[in-house]
């Protein structure tokens, strides 16, 4: 129980140490023993060699990493040495090491390893001496070579067999024929950057027996002959080798098979021009083919026909001759009479004979070929295609767009039918204007017109022909709508702009000289306020203004417009709305209202002024000496006060309830008398009250 107590801690304290300890890798140098550069089956290491510090009494664990072109080698990490025994080629390559601890890791500089020498390859063969065709065993041996190796087995420069394999060793069946004598072989080895190859292997010559299969061409009656005449073929070989089943003998002319047979009967056929070149004779057994060749020359019996056709233009309705004719015979064969000649269209005869006569037309269209006939031979034409021209058709007449006064327009002209090329010519007055020839298919004369008036456009026709004067055709005279662009219109108000009154109807009328319909006019108010817009088929249109105000008062104008979009705009018209009837005369008697109003003010105050006078004259006195015992006078003196027509008399003072006359009155009164005039007012004399003075009233 103890021991595993203390077991424990001493494992215990011992993992805390590692765990505490630190590592610092300063370098790592990768050493190659004995050296970077050595001979083949040298014993090679290769020492990882760190330099790394740590925690004093510490013990660090070190992983060691090997890489051959930067491809990990190694299985077991925990040595410092990689050992290469006997080191092959294949070994060379570019070498690296790597130290891990820890989270740290180094790895050292890059070395390249070079092992020089490749194992020199060992030919070996079962047998030397062979027939052709035989296989052979060869066995080219590399031992102790490691690594892909790609073999090769050569004759001279003639590489024979190749073979890729992991193995040191490879062993090909090869077909040898008598040219093969002296073969050897070698290896490459394919490295990091380069590929390496050894020398070459022993030499080994072989005895190879040549089979006597070549096979002899003969040819009858000969080489040269003259179409019609007979061939045989025949192709020998040593009867030796003919009992063997697998042993044949073929006839080839060019890319063609004649025959597979050769071996058991001979070839015949009929000779055509077609027929001379090169026939060869082939013999084959197992994989080994001989062969002999032959140049035949077949001479033609005639030559080959030739199809003409006259005139090489013909329309409908003309009449045309077709020819077949032969130019070259071989005289010592044939004479021309000899040679039959037909003539088909579209593979029916026509006519036995080589000349055939027709009405060019619709039923005459089509293939023609001629063929010639003697002793067997026959040959025939390609096919000619003959197709009768056609008459040009009566042309017609099409515009391109709209046709507007005073601006250019296209005029088209196309016939239905017609053989190609076809000459239109545009005429106006039986004048001809302009030619054109028309020679692809769907393609109209196109002429550049203007007409100034609409009834120009009736003076235009078009001619086509296509064969002369005699096909000539006249189209009809154009017809199309003419557009005439609108005139400068016309802006009418009713009634008379100076005579508008408010709550009146206003009509605004546009009116033009001219113009093809319909006709787009627009109404405008101010600085261009479209108030109004109507198509009509007429020259003129109108727009109503209901009810009026003074804010209708302004400027108005019109455009017009048609199919020629060219727009035109008329004057500009000013409406004066004033007011209503009803409204002057109200005015004009309010106006009279308040000249009566200030006629009658006038008079009443003048009657107001008059009366007062007469009642200043009234109580007017004539200038006289005081006496004693006359009545008490009291005289108008700034002493005197009014109040509300009552007059108070204070002793000698009394007051009026009129108010103090303005400057005018004082003039007025002033002017009335003559010097100095000194008013007075008698009043009677009365008791007074001592004790209270009372007001009077005057009425």
Known sequence: MWVKIVTFLLLFLFTSEEACAEYVIKSVQLIIEPGNSVERGTNVSLRCQADVSHSLGSHPNYIYNFYKDFKLLNTDQTTDRLYIPDARMAHSGTYKCEVVTKEQKMESSVIDLTVKGLQTPVLTVKKRKLTEGDNVTAVCTAKGEISSLTFFFSNGLQVLFTEKTESYQVAPQLVLTKEALNIFCFYCITLYSSIKCSDNSNVITLDIQELEITPNITVNPSPNVVEGDLIIFKCIVNTTYQINSDFKILLIYGQTMLSLTMAQKDYYMSAKASDSGEYECISRLGGVSKSSAMNITVKELFSMPALSIHPAEVFEGEPFTISCEINNISSERIQKDEIRYSIFQDQTSVINGSKYNGIAGKASNGKYMCVAE?????????????????????????????????????????????????????????????????????????????????????????????????????????????????????????????????????????????????????????????????????????????????????????????????LIKSDTITVEVSLATWKKALIAAFCMMLVVLLVLFIVKRYKAKRGKREMAAKLSVKPASPKSDDSLTLSLTHDTHYSDHTVVVNNTESVWNERPLDVADQDSLGSTNEGDVEYTEVVHPQPIDPMRTRPVRIC
């Open 374 to 566: 003697a002793k067997g031979i026959i040959k025939k034409t390609e096919m000619d295609r003959f197709e009768a021209k056609v008459l040009v058709s009566k042309p017609e007449l099409s515009v391109d767009g709209p046709v507007i006064v005073n601006q250019s327009f296209l005029i088209h002209c196309h016939s239905t039918n017609g053989s190609l090329p076809i000459i239109y010519s545009l005429k106006r007055d039986n004048i001809t204007l302009n030619r054109t020839k028309v020679s692809n298919p769907h393609e109209k004369a196109c002429f550049l017109a203007l007409i100034t008036t609409p009834s120009d456009i009736n003076r235009y026709v078009c001619e086509a022909e296509n064969n002369g004067q005699v096909s000539s055709k006249m189209s009809e005279r154009l017809h199309v709508t003419v557009i005439v662009p609108v005139g400068k219109p016309l802006l009418t108000v009713i009634p008379v702009p100076g005579n508008i009154e408010e709550g009146s109807d206003v009509t605004l009328i546009c009116n033009i000289q001219k113009g093809s319909p319909p006709i787009n006019f627009t109404f405008y108010e101010g600085s261009g306020t479209e108030i109004h817009n109507t198509i009509v088929q007429s020259n003129s249109a109108s727009y109503d203004l209901t009810s009026v105000k003074r804010h209708h008062s302004g400027n108005y104008y019109c455009e017009a417009n048609n199919r020629a979009n060219t």
